[in-house]
């Protein structure tokens, strides 16, 4: 069956970095436009990064730019994350998306920026 696990989340300081790894099976994962998403406490899942089937192509939230970075590596089924410089307003839980004809969620990993 499809599954989408993502795997990374913690609690960092400000001004460090994780990495989130979400780990994609039962569809073939090199068609599927992949994206990360996050959903803060009290507000809206909101989109941050996104990256094409073939890798060539990255967008991102404003409130992410410059810090992080979405890859993907489509021989390990994996889409990337790199979060750099964070800040605790990057607190929340980080769900990946798989998008083609049909929509994929994982079950999300937990991201808390405190000091």
């Known amino acids: 069956q499809v599954q989408l696990v993502e795997s990374g989340g913690g609690l960092v300081q400000p001004g460090g970095s994780l990495r989130l790894s979400c780990a994609a099976s039962?569809?073939?994962?090199?068609?599927?436009?992949m994206s990360w998403y996050r959903q803060a406490p009290g507000k809206e899942r909101a989109l941050v990064a996104t990256?094409?089937?073939?890798?060539?192509?990255?967008t991102y939230a404003d409130s992410v730019k410059g810090r992080f970075t979405i890859s993907r590596d489509n021989a390990k089924n994996t889409v990337y994350l790199q979060m750099n410089s964070l800040k605790p307003e990057d607190t929340a839980v980080y769900y990946c998306?798989?998008?083609?004809?049909?929509?994929?969620w994982g079950q999300g990993t937990q991201v808390t920026v405190s000091s």
């Open positions: 990256i094409t089937a073939s890798g060539g192509t990255t």
């Open positions: 998306r798989a998008l083609r004809r049909s929509v994929y």
């Open positions: 039962g569809f073939t994962f090199s068609n599927y436009i």
